[in-house]
């Protein structure tokens, strides 16, 4: 009861990439998801767009690992 799940999608880069570079990467990925026809492709697809920062993304990584780990604990769930 009262669990919310969902799916997201995000990009990754290797440890070490330069921060600068991420940031690059976060602003243009952000431009494109703002273009009205981009925006209008993945709706018609089912998504939700997000655009956020490298930040605002790692912290809901974080929270989404708390929260499917005291799933896994609650629930005893093991892989096969």
């Known amino acids: 009861p009262d669990f919310d799940f969902s799916l997201w999608s995000g ?3 290797p440890a070490g990439t330069p921060p600068e570079v991420i940031l ?3 602003r243009e990925v952000n431009t ?3 273009d009205p026809a981009i925006r209008n ?3 018609q697809e089912g998504a939700e ?3 956020n920062s490298p930040e ?3 912290a ?3 929270r989404d690992i708390a929260k499917y780990a005291a799933v ?3 629930t005893g769930v093991r892989p096969e």
Do not use: P, S
Request: glycine share 0%; aromatic share 12%.
């Open 11 to 13: 990009l990754f880069a």
């Open 24 to 26: 690059r990467v976060n």
């Open 32 to 34: 494109i998801i703002a």
């Open 41 to 43: 492709r993945f709706v």
């Open 49 to 51: 767009i997000l655009a």
């Open 56 to 58: 605002d993304f790692a």
């Open 60 to 62: 809901m990584m974080r």
């Open 72 to 74: 896994i604990q609650a």
